[in-house]
């Protein structure tokens, strides 16, 4: 039987938990009692929001729509005390001629130690954004926003968007990126060529065998030592990939259900990652009413859940970015926020839950750091 893992003096982690109606942020030195300071953005949706801690600062990177002045991407060197947007507003805007216009920033992503000052956005309608000012504009990645598939790329139930970002840790140029709907695509040369990347990947809502692309792929992940291994979850399916996303293998025997939105990683080790499944596509409430997180230590080959601490019963749901893991030592903490506002905390990897926060308003992103 594995040892667990000896709990060591840590940093604070920092969370930042995005809401319908807001931003919050909760600071922590034991990861059991936490102080809360928020709403910033009062009343705009946070869809997205990133701790970015390159060059040993931490910045925080919000995307924030305003239901009158539209979406915007603001940064903070300050933990919130103070919040900065671009000169014109918006920081994340198409150039003249693309017609179309920003509906909402889904995603905000900071690139590898190695481009301290890259960050990545992607948007709905489906566009991905580069940033190499460390998110304070952006400039649209026009590889992917002409590639001949686009006009074909449908959207799903919550819209058409590209809310998974994933630069390549030891390939420069080589980024991954996912959308409901049209799957997953990848470049290895910054942006400049994209392929299709869902072999193996279903679309049980088309009809015959899985398309090339079209697929409803809902979050992927990337394992921290073997960057090639990806996990994914699916509108229906739960995938893994061990060459980099060119073909997919199914590893949701052992679930319950392979519905779901959320899945994450693992910070710092090997075929480890979490997933939170619902019971279908038109039942989106835990299998049996009981909110269980369920985790992976070998790949995908067997599942444990674990619930202790969580409610139940449970007929709620976690969305697609209301998930995350710190990256403090051993054991790793790992966070979930779910749609009636509440926001759980385990310092010991799942196993254990414990309540940080309700009656926010839907959770729609979560966020963890350790602060350098």
Not at 32 to 53: E, K, L, N, Q, Y
Not at 198 to 203: D, K, M, V
Not at 288 to 304: E, K, N, P
């Amino acid at each position: 039987m594995a040892e667990e893992p000896e709990e060591l003096p840590m940093n604070d982690v920092v969370l930042a938990v995005g809401t319908a109606k807001g931003l919050w942020l909760m600071r922590s030195a034991d990861r059991r009692t936490w102080t809360v300071d928020g709403p910033h953005f009062r009343m705009r949706s946070v869809a997205a929001c990133a701790i970015d801690t390159r060059g040993g600062r931490a910045r925080l990177l919000v995307g924030a729509s305003s239901s009158h002045w539209g979406p915007a991407v603001s940064w903070s060197d300050d933990l919130g005390a103070t919040w900065t947007e671009a000169a014109d507003g918006s920081g994340i805007r198409f150039p003249p001629g693309a017609d179309a216009s920003v509906e909402a920033v889904w995603q905000l992503r900071p690139d590898t130690t190695q481009r301290p000052g890259v960050v990545w956005a992607g948007t709905q309608p489906s566009a991905l954004w580069r940033s190499d000012d460390g998110g304070q504009t952006f400039a649209l990645v026009e590889g992917l926003w002409n590639h001949p598939h686009r006009p074909t790329w449908e959207p799903g139930f919550g819209g058409q968007a590209i809310h998974t970002v994933l630069p390549h840790p030891m390939q420069d140029g080589r980024v991954l990126v996912a959308m409901s709907t049209g799957g997953v695509y990848v470049t290895e040369d910054d942006g400049t060529s994209w392929r299709p990347s869902n072999t193996g990947i279903g679309a049980d809502f088309l009809p015959g065998e899985a398309p090339e692309y079209g697929q409803c792929v809902h979050k992927v992940a990337r394992d921290p030592v073997d960057p090639d291994r990806l996990f994914a979850q699916n509108h229906g399916g739960v995938y893994s990939s061990g060459d980099g996303g060119a073909t997919w293998t199914s590893i949701a025997a052992g679930l319950p259900a392979d519905f779901g939105f959320p899945v994450v990683a693992h910070p710092h080790r090997a075929d480890t990652a979490w997933v939170v499944p619902l019971t279908a596509d038109f039942q989106r409430m835990p299998p049996d009413d009981q909110l269980r997180v369920w985790r992976t230590t070998d790949a995908g080959a067997t599942w444990t859940a674990s619930e202790s601490g969580l409610p139940q019963p449970y007929y709620g749901s976690v969305l697609r970015d209301a998930m995350a893991t710190d990256d403090v030592q051993d054991p790793a903490g790992v966070y979930v926020g779910t749609r009636d506002g509440a926001v759980y905390a385990s310092a010991d990897e799942g196993r254990t839950w414990s309540l940080i926060i309700q009656h926010l308003p839907d959770v729609l992103c979560v966020r963890a750091a350790a602060l350098p």
